[in-house]
């Protein structure tokens, strides 16, 4: 019993049977496809994509315990191509000499690089290997197109506040594989405190349960309070991984929350993104870039508040910078939104690849020699400041993209005068 207890109790408490397993109700259900394959032990290669302490090892330890297959599992964080290659001889001898097939289950499969995915799929194609893998990140961004193409992928949700408290409650109880023989007296709200401590994440619910019953332990106390788990858990876990799908979605969360005018989810985003460590510079980035494409020329100054924030976050760094953000957010929140300098831009980088390199116009062509000018350089070019307005009735586009009007202007903020400019509505752009 002694040398059991000193095995961290996240790893003792993973369930034993399908019914133990709390969560992922919409893949277990009776009758749902991941439920039958593991009934069945019929097998395919598929990925299990999830967030951490969601279930994925524990799964695949599950279906290893009812599989006829020979079991192999590593990790993609410790072994490289040497290790795949023995593994895939061990499976071949299987194959040919038992007629058994090898189930290989490896965790963290985004860590291997493509030339080590590559080694598997001969042996996936062949059916000498079933491959099941593990993984945080997203499978379309992380996998070789071909080796994903060979692979079911099922998805793991985040675990609820409810789902981390039942487990919690159950390593509270069980006095053979969790915390019982202690007789601690922990309420469900302390239970639900640590759950939303760990963000879903069912192993560090339970490493944090851990530490807060060997903070009892230590002080002789068997009754929990709310200031003995801020002793075991000191903060929050922020979930954030600055190159994972986490990282973008939270940037996308914050660009689409500004766009639709609302700085509250926009302060909540940023904020999501700087309390977990995100480097403020990128978002600073994101934000200039959010001024030219989301409002460009409906407010001319957004362009103007974002460098300056960007700027106040150079000089004088966090957690100071944090509040420029913060201001930028909110002003970028309440500017008038409009895209049509973006749709501009891209109208004219469509015509500038997908259409013949038209020469330059002659009387649009500088002529520093007398031999350019010979040649008709210059010739015909109408200075715009000797006319009355300003402008001169001069085509500036090739002959062939004449009739092209890339720029269209809301009738948002300062692009609505721009509107009534282009539509002769006003001679000349109000000083204001």
Known sequence: MAKTQQIPLAERMRPATLDEFVGQERLLA????????????????????????????????????????????????????????????????????????????VDEIHRFNRAQQDAFLPYVESGTIV????????????????????????????????????????????????????????????????????????????????????????????????????????QAVLKYDKTG??????????????????????????????????????????????????????????LEQTVAAMHAVDLIGMPEGKLALAQSVVFLSYCPKSNAVYRAYNAAAADAHNTLQYPVPLHLRNAPTSLMKDIGYSKGYKYAHDFKEGVADMQCLPTELSDRRYFEPSARGFEGKLRKLKQGQERSLPED
């Open 30 to 105: 009776p009758g749902s496809l991941l439920r039958q394959i593991i009934e069945a032990d019929e097998i395919p290669s598929f990925i299990l994509w999830g967030p951490p302490g969601t279930g994925k090892t524990t799964l695949a330890r599950l279906l290893a315990s009812r599989t006829d297959g020979v079991w192999i599992a590593f990790s993609a964080v410790t072994s490289g191509i040497k290790e795949i290659k023995g593994v895939m001889s061990e499976a071949e001898a299987h194959f040919n000499f038992g007629g058994k097939r090898t189930i290989l289950f």
């Open 245 to 302: 799908e986490h990282h973008y979605n939270l940037v996308s969360a914050l660009h689409k929350s500004i766009r639709n005018s609302d700085p509250d989810a926009g302060l909540y985003w940023l904020a999501r993104m700087l309390e977990a460590g995100e480097d403020p510079m990128f978002i600073a980035r994101r934000l200039v870039r959010f001024a030219s494409e989301d409002i460009g020329l409906a407010h001319p100054q957004a």
């Open 131 to 234: 491959l099941i893998g593990a993984t945080t990140e997203n499978p379309s961004f992380e996998l070789n197109s071909a080796l994903l193409s060979r692979l079911k992928v099922f998805v793991l949700e985040e675990l609820t506040i409810d789902h981390v408290g039942a487990i919690l409650r159950r390593a509270v109880d069980d006095s053979e594989r969790g915390l019982g023989r202690l007789g601690l007296e922990i309420e469900d709200d302390i239970l639900r405190g640590i759950a939303v401590y760990s963000s879903g994440d069912a192993r560090t619910a339970l490493n944090s349960l851990e530490l807060l019953a060997g903070v009892l332990k230590r002080r002789g106390i068997k009754t929990a309070t709310e200031e003995h788990i801020k002793d075991a858990v000191q």
